[in-house]
């Protein structure tokens, strides 16, 4: 239980976004055989959506939280 807190809890991260991003993709690939066609490729959509989320944080944390002094590594 204290796992799923803590999971929940730093969702707003982007690492967080890409993991569940990967989840969904393996998900989707469980329920194609089960589901069918239309089940994968919405898990897929979603999935993809949140991969989206994950490369935006991460963009806006390399370009936009530096301040005037700081250097690019």
């Given at each position: 239980?204290?796992?799923y807190k803590q999971l929940?809890?730093?969702i707003g991260s982007k690492n967080e976004y890409?993991?569940?991003a990967v989840?969904?993709?393996f998900v989707a690939f469980l329920l194609?055989?089960?589901?069918g066609k239309k089940a994968a490729v919405i898990v897929g959509v979603v999935a993809f959506l949140f991969f989206c989320l994950?490369?935006?944080f991460w963009l806006?944390?390399?370009f936009f939280s530096r301040d005037k002094n700081?250097?690019?590594r």
């Open positions: 239980m204290y796992e929940f809890s730093q890409i993991k569940i989840f969904l993709i194609f055989p089960v589901l994950g490369v935006a806006k944390a390399i700081d250097k690019i």
